[in-house]
């Protein structure tokens, strides 16, 4: 493990993402692969593959009473110390340092605490498990153990990067690394196909969700057709939770974009239970009431009441509030067919998986095992699960008036779609572009929140939010908000924000970067009070976002590129 804390020091030190691949690449090549696997699925800054759904709930206020308990008497105040690093795991390797350690920590070891940790019921006994771990940690050790636990290394190594560094380990082709993790959802397991040279062998399993295909912004239509010269899908851009469906057999599951399971809607578990077949889909929940759309502020009733858990979305294991089923009715609109009958198809053109996905819903539900028979399946496969209209679009006017037609509907916008385009899980590029109604909007994550004023002077209700700055792999501020949410929604927040504190300023908390949000703005301007260097004028909070992982938030280069269009910028260069 000490190995491996000072590896990841050195790529921490170098700015060079060549080197940063080398770096971890000739480490995972002196390794066995059991150990080469497990020290791939640290460097992601996770204790467990991707595909796992355990969780360590260990969280920065229960690290910070550990490292009280082994702090010595003369050291220095814990909110000096994390102002001086700005991270939990710098902080744990500087109070720990000059202390003893036991045995030699192996990586087999952390990982027997991470699941010691996972299984552990109950602050207390996480508390000892952790205080154990720590204990027999050398600081370098605890620093990157502590980083883990927090979910991200701040290393600058994002697991593309991990996948590179395997290809470069064990002399295969990058392409190859990064489809066999995609597939297995383990890039462990990816490690050992790798050493084995059977990385063809990597093959996709049902009910293990991998990355959905993102979209660019386009600002107007004309923008967006620059880059479909020979046409594009359009599609309406839904404003719910996007949704992968896997089934077979009798059983479907739903997973959100952060790759977990989804329990809020069990109606619509049956309809694609009754579908013939084995297949992976790609849609969007969203809540449905006399033939259109219902707002998202009305369709988040079903979101449960849960605050978001330091490495989980909202979304996992829970189920819908009584009597919302029916007040807040779901269906789940289709526009995309990722693998079905054991064909995977991701390489095959979105013109060609249309018309697979058309004969999908199209087809007769299964005739045993549905859980409803005859004309009741197929009735409720048409109500609860939807195909997703398109329309096929070859100049700006024509898109035009799709997306105006969009937002009549009451949907966000439009999707515009290469026909010939492969299906690229994680991937951002031209091949999907989004065109949304013109209000402009980023994803913003919360690090710190102050108490209000007035009626809110109890609460936790102004929250500063940061982007992300990809060079150096570090968030940004940006601004600060404070409307926009409800009431039980600041309730909610302001006790989860006082469970995972980073710093106790008094009147304000720095905070674990992990609640994310859409904010709304007029516009931005150039600023020498947050550490992005601009500001947004008049932000305000649309809605809570807790499907997107921090990793998706927007970055400053987009920040940037927002404020290159602002009116008068380019008038005034």
């Known amino acids: 493990m000490q190995r491996f804390a000072q590896t990841c020091d050195a790529v921490a030190a170098t700015p060079r993402t060549k080197e940063k691949v080398r770096l971890v690449g000739e480490y995972l090549r002196d390794l066995p692969a059991h150990d080469a696997a497990l020290a791939a699925v640290f460097f992601t800054g996770r204790p467990f593959p ?3 759904e355990r969780v360590l709930g260990t969280g920065g206020s229960l690290i910070w009473q550990v490292l009280g308990r082994l702090a010595s008497s003369g050291a220095e105040s814990f909110e000096s110390i994390y102002r001086k690093h700005g991270d939990l795991g710098a902080m744990a390797e500087e109070i720990l340092a000059g202390q003893g350690t036991g045995a030699p920590l192996s990586l087999a070891d952390a990982l027997a605490a991470f699941d010691k940790l996972a299984a552990s019921r109950g602050a207390a006994e996480k508390l000892i498990a952790l205080q154990e771990l720590l204990r027999r940690a050398a600081p370098v050790e605890a620093k990157y153990i502590v980083k883990i636990i927090t979910g991200d290394l701040r290393i600058g190594l994002k697991e593309s990067l991990v996948e590179l560094a395997i290809a470069h380990a064990f002399a295969k082709p990058p392409e190859q690394v990064q489809r066999a993790n995609m597939l297995t959802g383990d890039i462990g397991a990816t490690v050992r196909l790798a050493a084995a040279d059977k990385l063809s062998e990597a093959h996709l399993s049902l009910f293990h969700p991998i990355g959905f295909m993102l979209a660019s912004a386009a600002e107007t239509a004309a923008e967006a057709m620059e880059y479909f010269s020979e046409g594009a899908q359009v599609e309406d851009k839904y404003d719910g939770i996007r949704a992968q469906a896997h089934k077979s057999g009798e059983h479907a599951r739903l997973f959100s974009r952060t790759l977990d399971a989804i329990g809020e809607f069990p109606e619509l578990l049956a309809p694609l239970a009754a579908l013939p077949g084995e297949f992976i889909l790609d849609g969007e929940i969203i809540g449905w009431r006399d033939g259109r759309p219902l707002p998202f502020t009305e369709f988040q009733k079903r979101l449960g009441r849960k605050t978001p858990n330091l490495q989980r979305s909202l979304w996992p294991d829970l189920t819908a509030g009584a009597g919302t089923v029916g007040e807040v009715p779901a269906v789940y609109v289709v526009f995309d067919l990722l693998y079905c009958d054991g064909a995977l198809l991701l390489d095959r053109p979105l013109s060609e998986r249309r018309r697979r996905l058309e004969a999908l819903l199209a087809s007769p539900p299964q005739p045993e095992g549905a859980s409803q028979p005859g004309s009741a399946a197929r009735e409720a496969v048409d109500q609860k699960v939807r195909l997703a209209p398109a329309v096929p679009c070859r100049a700006a006017d024509e898109l035009q008036r799709a997306f105006e037609n969009a937002l009549v509907r009451g949907n966000e916008g439009v999707m515009v779609k290469t026909p010939g385009s492969a299906y690229t ?6 091949a999907w572009l989004k065109l949304k109604r013109p209000l402009a909007t980023l994803d913003v994550v919360v690090t710190a929140v102050e108490y ?48 995972h504190t980073l710093a106790d300023q008094g009147f304000r908390r720095e905070v674990e970067p992990t609640v994310v949000m859409e904010v709304a703005f007029n516009n931005i301007q150039r600023s020498g009070r947050h550490q992005s260097g601009y500001a947004l004028r008049f932000p305000r909070i649309v809605r809570l976002r807790p499907d997107k992982r921090v990793e998706e938030i927007d970055t400053l280069e987009r920040v940037k590129e927002l404020y290159r269009r602002s009116p008068g910028v380019e008038a005034s260069r």
């Not at 500063?464 to 968030?475: A, H, I, K, P, Q």
């Open 50 to 52: 991707r595909i796992e």
């Open 425 to 430: 899980p994680g991937r951002r590029g031209q």
């Open 452 to 499: 209000g004023h007035g009626k809110r002077h109890g609460v936790l209700s102004d929250y500063t939010f940061s982007v992300r700055c990809e060079e150096g792999d570090r968030l940004v501020t940006i601004g600060k908000a404070y409307s926009g949410l409800t009431d039980a929604e600041i309730a909610e927040l302001t006790e989860y924000f006082k469970q």
